[in-house]
């Protein structure tokens, strides 16, 4: 006969003595897991600690790099202001030594004056009072002034007199016409105006419209003959008939008044034929188009992203012509009644001026590009 194996009741006592046990291995277990915690935390401080050397050690060797050529640029910089320097002094001498020139040849041209009126004003003698031993002597001719008038009468000078002396011309006519002025100039010199025909109208309407569209907006420009050459080879856009409308009517209207004052017979200018349709369509920036502009991989050197992204966020927000974003200066930020603006105005310093006298305005900073600038 078999008997079941008796089962040991369990005591109160047993019961403590097991969860004791169980609090103690669960202790045990979580001292462990923490200190596993602890150790991961060490091993990527380490490792951080490791890339921060190693990029402090790669900054180091650019700085040490980039210092010799800052040395360089440093070395460069002063050496053109030294050239800068020394072209200055011999500007400024050369203008002393041509103010004396002219000081020089504007007292021969009264001796020469003083001395041939002397010689017409002096009464000839008859051919019963010269004495008999002297021979007859041919009559002097009269002194005239036409040549000097001529050279009086130079485009510059009627220019002077006539547009950029007249206090009721206005600051885009006086602008306007020095820019017209400099260019014909430069193509066929100072000419007198009785030598402008139509041929000099019409050799100068061929020059003004194989133009680069370019010329002039930036300082370093190449000369008036040698653009049209770069412009024809590298396929250029040219200026537009407008804008050669515009010159022939600055000069016309020069004209105008001395056919009127019967300094020259006829006016070279008037009656020619432009095309003024619009050689491009205008439009709108696509969005397509804005965020390629704005996502786009900035590769300049010479300049930073950021101030990459300034212009693009200015032009975005503001509408400022390219040129006059790049002209900004910080005494341009003004305060308005309490509105942030940009003063867009005349430098006397370096004398850019905007495209016209309209140009010169106040622009408010929106909120949005300021909260983007932030």
């Known amino acids: ?46 490792q951080q600690a490791l890339r921060t050397k190693a990029y402090t050690q790669q900054v180091d060797t650019f700085l040490d790099i980039i210092a ?54 002096a009464p000839a003698l008859s051919a019963e009072e010269r004495p008999e031993d002297e021979p007859p002597q041919a009559l002097l001719p009269p002194v005239t002034t036409k040549r000097k008038n001529t050279k009086a009468q130079t485009i510059s000078a009627m220019a002077q007199r006539f547009v950029l002396n007249d206090a009721s011309k206005s600051a885009d006519t006086i ?63 040219t200026v537009s008939g407008k804008t050669v ?29 432009f095309n003024t349709t619009k050689k491009t369509e205008r439009r709108c920036w696509t969005d397509e188009e804005l965020a390629l502009l704005t996502q786009a991989q900035w590769e300049h050197r010479g300049i930073s992203r950021r101030t990459y992204a300034g212009m693009v966020n200015v032009a975005l927000y503001t509408g400022l012509r390219l040129g006059e974003i790049c002209n900004l200066r910080g005494q341009d930020i003004e305060n308005i009644q309490g509105v942030a603006c940009f003063h867009v105005r005349p430098h006397p310093e370096d004398g850019w001026s905007p495209k ?13 590009s300021l909260r983007r600038a932030s």
């Open 68 to 121: 010799g050529h800052f040395e360089q640029t440093d070395a460069f910089l002063n050496g053109l202001k030294q050239t800068q320097a020394v072209g200055a002094a011999v500007t400024k001498t050369r203008e002393a030594m041509l103010r004396d020139e002219i000081a020089g040849l504007r007292k021969l041209v009264v001796d020469i004056k003083a001395s041939g009126s002397a010689i017409t004003s």
């Open 175 to 237: 602008k306007g016409t020095k820019t017209t002025l400099d260019l014909f100039i430069e193509a066929f010199g100072d000419l007198p105006v009785s030598q402008v025909t139509g041929t000099t109208a019409g050799d100068f309407h061929d020059l003004l419209l194989g133009l680069p569209a370019t010329h002039g907006k930036s300082k370093n420009r190449l000369p008036v003959r040698k653009a049209v050459e770069a412009a024809k080879e590298q396929g250029l856009e």
């Open 245 to 273: 409308k515009n010159h022939f009517s600055r000069l016309s209207s020069l004209w105008s008044v001395l056919v009127q004052r019967e300094i020259v017979a006829k006016n070279p200018w008037a009656q020619w034929s």
């Open 1 to 46: 006969m078999t008997t079941e194996p008796t089962q040991k009741s369990l005591t109160a006592v047993d019961i403590i003595r097991f969860y004791e046990q169980f609090v103690k291995d669960w202790e045990n277990y979580h001292n462990v897991r923490l200190k596993e915690e602890e150790a991961k935390h060490e091993v990527e401080m380490a």
């Open 356 to 368: 016209s006298a309209a140009g010169t305005r106040l622009v408010p900073i929106t909120p949005s």
